[in-house]
């Protein structure tokens, strides 16, 4: 990615992102956020580990350990992207997710991925009310995980179809490319999750 690209998607992401160094920040109750250590290198992280930009994947810093987990993310800008988990063995440097046997995604194609399959395309609604429509800026994805399926949700509609058979550790996994910019949403939802369901716990919290 050029200079002239990585400025623009700097410009994207810190939009409507201020710093005022005489009013303190205030400080953050949930650690989860993206990790700096695990993106592609193309890839920008800003607001505080909730926002990224740029060509490429990032993962959460914790894993979905516990047995019913849920996140949300916003299509803050469109362009080329893909929702969902993967574990730390997946090309950070893949601008799709789903492209490896390591990563199960929703892109902003409407299909879900694995393996570089494409396993199944959501229908879209023609615009009648509480059915999918075709996915925005502005629109909410959800996504449950319960180590027997991963469930996908678009403004707080499930989408029709999991992917099962997920395999290993798995952690929130976002990829943009084409000025997508996307916010991960890991507390105070804008959706009810599925019953049971619950916000990325820390590990040790669980014990």
Known sequence: MSSVSVFCCLRGCLDGFKLNSNVPHPVRDNPIKLDTSFMGYEVVIVKGGQRVCGAGAALGNAPLVQSKAYFEVKVQQSGSWSVGLATRQ??????????????????????????????????????????????????????????????????????????????????????????????????????SPPAGFEKIMLEQSLL
């Open 90 to 191: 997946t090309d950070l440097s893949l601008t799709q997710g789903g492209m490896d046997e390591f990563s199960w995604a929703l892109g902003h194609d409407h299909i879900l991925r694995h393996s570089g399959q494409e396993l199944y395309k959501i229908n879209i609604s023609n615009g009648a009310v509480g059915e999918i429509q075709n996915i925005q800026e502005g629109d909410i994805l959800g996504v449950a995980f319960d180590h027997i399926q991963l469930k996908f949700f678009v403004n707080g509609v499930e989408i029709d179809h999991a992917i099962t058979n997920i395999k290993g550790t798995v952690f929130p996994a976002l990829y943009v490319d084409d000025g997508a910019i996307l916010d991960i949403i890991l507390d105070n939802f804008h959706h």
